[in-house]
C-alpha cells in the first residue's frame, strides 16, 4: 500500500512538472506582437508612381511619376529619407528627417537635404499631409490653408 502510494505520487509530480505554458500567456504574447506590426503600417520601402490634382476635394487629374524622375521614401519606425533621381543630377534631391502619423495626418520634419533642399529646409522645416495610407500603398496629400486638398504623391510599398 505505503509503494502504491509513492508511486502514485511521484506520477502526479512528474504529471505537473510536464505542464504546458498556460494558454492566455502565448495568446497575448501574439496579439501584442500583431499590435506591435500593426502599429507603423508606413514603415518600409515606398516608391512614387503618380500624382493627383484635387478641385473641391475631387480628382481631376492624375499622371504617372515613370516618364519625369524615380523617387523612393524609406521610413524606419522614426526617420523618413526620400531621393529622387533626376536625368540632370543623380545626387541632387533628397531629405531626411523625423515623422510621425496618426488619424489620417503625416508630418515630416526635415534635418537636411540636398542644397536645393537645405534652402527649403531654411524657410520650411516642417511638412503637414493628409495621409490615405492602405497596407501596400499611400497617398501624402497636400492640403490648402482651409483644408482642402490640392495635390497628392501617391506611393506603392516596395518592400
Not at 20 to 29: A, L, V
Request: net charge negative.
Amino acid at each position: 500500500m505505503k509503494s502504491n502510494f509513492l508511486i502514485l505520487g511521484m506520477v502526479f509530480l512528474l504529471v505537473m512538472a510536464c505542464k504546458d505554458e498556460p494558454k492566455s500567456e502565448i495568446e497575448s504574447t501574439d496579439v501584442k506582437t500583431e499590435i506591435e506590426t500593426n502599429r507603423n503600417k508606413l514603415k518600409g520601402t515606398w516608391e512614387l508612381v503618380g500624382f493627383y490634382n484635387y478641385k473641391d476635394n475631387v480628382v481631376v487629374d492624375s499622371f504617372s511619376n515613370n516618364t519625369i524622375s524615380r523617387q523612393v521614401k524609406m521610413y524606419t519606425d522614426s526617420k523618413v529619407m526620400w531621393c529622387k533621381l533626376l536625368k540632370t543630377d543623380s545626387i541632387e534631391f533628397f531629405g531626411y528627417g523625423s515623422y510621425n502619423y496618426d488619424d489620417g495626418k503625416l508630418t515630416e520634419v526635415l534635418d537636411f537635404g540636398s542644397a536645393f533642399m537645405n534652402e527649403v529646409i531654411k524657410e520650411n522645416q516642417k511638412f503637414n499631409f493628409a495621409l490615405e495610407l492602405s497596407e501596400n500603398r499611400f497617398e501624402q496629400i497636400e492640403l490648402d490653408e482651409d483644408g482642402n486638398k490640392i495635390y497628392s504623391e501617391n506611393y506603392e510599398r516596395v518592400e
